[in-house]
């Protein structure tokens, strides 16, 4: 596997695309009145673009392109295909608001067809537990719900500047390293061109002012299929992670780890909502983002602190298939680890503030520490990305 035309080269044409489609995207989503507006339950004081899905769009769209030229990637045409299906729907839910169920059965189907059309399926647990291949009657709506599963948790941690673009920037780069290690060259291409395409805008939303935009949507779908794509990739029967490693280290375990916080805190929330007897799918501010923010952390802070936690859920899976730990045993401690960084913490933090206790005073003088928005270096970036 060439390094250069693989990862770098993809990369770089990817990087470069979105950072000249951004521009025109903004002035489209402006001259359009393509905005989400500031309400009760957001955090914004005013209107803010919502197209950045569509300019991260282009970056894929060329590294996708540029794949074709230099290896044989006919493989993603279902997965583009997909992403560009997910784009379409969620892009139109920014500018109409669909009802929640529409956009949630749009999910399954498209879901389904890419599974049916790509042959690629959860279909192996690995050893886990002692299981191998599994039939396709129970791997089929396996691999749905827990693909859609995985798109929802994206969309819902879209709640704070960065964080969603910042970990898919942090999981491409996970997934990547997994995939350059077992020669899976498609892989390794879509991984690095999903990077790629998300770091300029990461840039433009978190230190943009002029050029701020939001992903939307459209793009929290688009990125949320990409990493439903690398899951089904890793755990599909006979793919090349599984014949290399051969059960010496824990694929679930190790996809889990690197899905943790969004997907335990996406659990946590829809299930406090269940149990109040309201839908899953109703908005409220019961994420973790939103116990950091009603401390008064930045937001460059509460994206720093949850892509810590779950760095450090991966840094554990790591350490335990490293030393030789059972896969059990690797995935014992991933979900451990995820539901303490997730249910405990959000428990344990809301109990300080709600007693205001001495410890809940010491975290918002910590957070007070971190509104360096219009300080040093900070500033100097804003004004830098606003010029590009």
Known sequence: MSLFLHLILPFCVAFLMVLCAYPKVLKVAQMKGIVDNPDARKLQKRPVPVLGGVAVFFGLTFGFIMAMVVTDCSSLFPVFVAMTVMLCVGTLDDIVDLSPLLRFAVEVVVVTAMVLASGCSINDFHGLFGYGVIPMWFALPLTVFAAVGIINAINLIDGVDGLSSGYCVMACMMFCVMFYRVGHVSMVILAAVGAGAV????????????????????????????????????????????????????????????????????????????????????????????????????????????????????????????????????????????????????????????NNTRFSLLMRRLAAATHVERKGFFLWLRQVVDRI
């Open 199 to 354: 770091i300029p805008f990461f840039f433009h939303n978190v230190f943009g002012r002029d050029s701020k935009m939001f992903i939307g949507d459209g793009g929290t779908l688009l990125i949320g299929t990409l990493m439903a794509t690398f899951v089904l990739q890793v755990l599909r029967t006979q793919s090349p992670a599984a014949q290399l490693y051969d059960g010496r280290i824990g694929l679930i375990p190790f996809t889990l780890a690197v899905l943790s916080i969004p997907v335990f805190d996406t659990l946590r929330v829809m299930t406090a909502r269940i149990l109040r007897g309201h839908s899953p799918f109703r908005p409220d501010k019961t994420h973790l983002h939103h116990i950091f923010l009603d401390l008064g952390f930045s937001h460059p802070a509460i994206f720093v602190a949850i892509l810590t936690l779950n760095c450090s859920v991966v840094l554990a899976w790591w350490a335990l298939a490293a030393y030789g730990y059972s896969i059990n045993t690797q995935l014992y401690v991933v979900v451990a680890l995820a539901l303490f960084f997730t249910f405990g913490l959000y428990g344990f933090l809301a109990y300080h503030i709600a």
